[in-house]
Structures are given as C-alpha cells and as structure tokens.
C-alpha cells in the first residue's frame, strides 16, 4: 500500500490523489493499473475510462465530459482510513 493514498479527504481525494487529475498525473503517482476498460452507460452518454489498481484494491474512473480527469475512486481495502478510522467492513 502506498502511505501516499491511504487518508480519505472529503471532497477531495484520497491522500495525494485528488479529483480532477489528468490520467497523465495519476500514472505518475500509481503507476500503470492492472486493467483499463472503456464503457458507456448508454449510446448518448459519453465514455468514461476506469483503471483498477488490483494490488491496491483501488479503481478508477476518468470521464470524457470532465475532459478525462480524475472523477470517481472507489476501494475495497481497509487499508484506506477516514479520520484515522477504517471504513471498509463497518
């Protein structure tokens, strides 16, 4: 786990990464993810990107109507805290 991403911020981010990141920025600070898929909800809505951070139990999304920045984290692990405390599981 990078100690970098483990604190929640409301709002914000998680740690270092913070919402509207370019994928240009995030490759920089996570590296490469173990997957990336494209999809889209429908046929009129635009393409999101999202990369899944196995390893990290980390994904991703990056949004083509937010210019593909940085716009939804999700995680599973209860390595990631809120205040100090872990969420995952409660």
Do not use: C
């Amino acid at each position: 786990m990078l100690d970098n991403i483990k604190t929640i911020n409301i709002g914000r981010g998680l740690g270092a990464l913070n919402f509207g990141n370019t994928r240009e920025q995030v490759l920089a600070l996570l590296g490469e993810p173990s997957e990336r898929e494209k999809y889209k909800l429908s046929e009129d809505e635009d393409e999101t990107e999202a990369w899944h951070y196995d390893d990290l139990e980390l994904s991703l999304s990056f949004d083509e109507d937010n210019n593909w920045r940085l716009s939804s984290i999700a995680m599973s692990s209860d390595d990631y805290t809120f205040d100090g405390t872990a969420l995952i599981g409660k």
